[in-house]
């Protein structure tokens, strides 16, 4: 594999950056470093996106300066979930060029399990995207580690200084705040011109709250819904047979009384 990358900095920056493993390890895209420090600055777990694919392997990666200028970058690796594994054996060499540096990488790399398993292009792309990415980082990267400054050492938080509280009842030297007493009572809303009174509340509120009164909150809460949210009965249903039912009754008694007033009259004539 031979890949190039142009980086706007000149090679010796890039040279000091190969050479501090700290740097090195901030820049490798997807490295999750361990935070035992006896296995090195360059080990951890590396996240490698392939096509779609996501192969997360453990290992190391060194980098080591060769006499006559170039860096040797080797690394090998196992999957976290798989048997698989990865080895890399790469050479680069720093270029000057117009307005910046060639870097050249050229080698080897081999690998088992889920990575033969994927299209030989599009590991190779993502191989020079992951190369692409790694030296403009390292043209990028500060000096020294994260955070440090300089070369000063910065203090520990358990060192730092902890004001006091505002509301601290020791704290006797504020001398900035108004004393209360001193502070003029507020006017009422409704003695102030342009301000308007407060609107009644609408009805349907008055008399919810009128029915919440003196009620537990159980029977508030089980209480069926009043109002425009009350649920609307379901009608009646009527039948003929129904009806004939109760007409029939009354048209008999209506019948019966006909007849007795009839013979009533009659006999008083």
């Known amino acids: 594999m031979e890949h190039e990358v142009f980086v706007p900095v000149p090679a010796e920056t890039l040279r000091q950056a190969l050479g501090d493993p ?16 006896a296995s090195g600055p360059i080990a951890g777990r590396l996240k490698v ?3 779609g694919h996501t192969i997360t392997y453990r290992g190391t ?7 006559d200028g170039t860096f040797a970058v080797e690394g090998e690796g196992t999957e976290a ?5 990865v080895k890399l054996a790469l050479t680069a060499r720093l270029t000057e060029a117009d307005g910046g540096t060639t ?32 030296t403009t980082r390292l043209a990028d990267a500060p000096a020294g580690g994260a955070g440090e400054s300089g070369g000063e050492s910065r203090p520990s938080v358990f060192e730092t200084e902890v004001p006091p509280p505002s509301l601290d009842p ?31 509340p609408p009805a349907e509120a008055a008399h919810a709250r009128r029915t919440m009164i003196g009620r537990s909150a159980e029977e508030v809460d089980h209480a069926p819904p009043r109002g425009r949210y009350a649920p609307v009965p379901a009608p009646q249903s009527t039948s003929t047979t129904d009806t004939l039912r109760w007409i029939a009754p009354a048209a008999a008694l209506a019948l019966a009384s006909a007849v007795v007033v009839s013979r009533v009259l009659r006999r008083r004539r």
């Open 22 to 37: 700290a740097r090195v390890a901030r820049c490798v895209p997807g490295l999750q470093q361990d935070a035992d420090e």
């Open 49 to 51: 996106r392939i096509d």
């Open 61 to 67: 990666l060194r980098v080591t300066g060769q006499p």
């Open 81 to 85: 979930r798989g048997t698989g594994s």
């Open 103 to 134: 870097v050249t990488y050229a080698g080897t790399a081999s690998g088992e399990g889920r990575i033969t398993e994927l299209d030989a292009a599009a590991t190779l792309a993502a191989s020079q995207r992951l190369l692409d990415r790694f």
């Open 170 to 200: 020791l704290a006797d030297d504020v001398t900035d705040v108004t004393d209360v007493s001193d502070v003029p009572d507020a006017p009422d809303l409704a003695d102030v011109p342009g301000v308007p009174s407060p609107a009644e």
